[in-house]
């Protein structure tokens, strides 16, 4: 059984940062990416940042770039997603995403490419 677990999320003033980890459990599959997703309250599921399990395919989405940074890969079971320079925007509750196999130079960030979830982890960006 597929299974996606968050963890790291929680209270953070502007400007700090979070180190989030995606543990991944069950997979028995030569290729295939996670994701993270983000969520806000009235807003769409955007995709973060993802990476293949080899790292051979990476990819950080141009609103967070330079703030936020991805596991080359998955290492010990785990895409860890680095988030600097945070800001009271970057609020959400953060979800990894499993996808099979994908082409391409890079993987994708659309959300309809994923099709296992984690249940999220929440973060909180405030003075």
């Known amino acids: 059984q597929l299974q996606l677990v968050e963890s790291g999320g929680g209270l953070v003033q502007p400007g700090g940062s979070l180190r989030l980890s995606c543990a991944a459990k069950?997979?028995?599959?030569?290729?295939?990416?996670i994701a993270w997703f983000r969520q806000a309250p009235g807003k769409e599921r955007e995709g973060v940042g993802c990476?293949?399990?080899?790292?051979?395919?990476?990819n950080v989405a141009d609103s967070v770039k330079g703030r936020f940074t991805i596991s080359e890969g998955v290492i010990g079971n785990k895409v860890d997603l680095q988030m600097n320079s945070l800001d009271p925007e970057d609020t959400a509750t953060y979800y990894c995403?499993?996808?099979?196999?994908?082409?391409?130079?890079?993987?994708?960030?659309?959300?309809?490419?994923?099709?296992?979830w984690g249940q999220g982890t929440h973060v909180t960006v405030a003075s």
């Open positions: 990476t293949s399990n080899t790292g051979d395919m990476r």
């Open positions: 995403g499993f996808s099979y196999v994908q082409t391409g130079t890079d993987c994708s960030l659309a959300r309809h490419d994923y099709i296992y």
């Open positions: 069950g997979f028995i599959l030569n290729h295939y990416v």
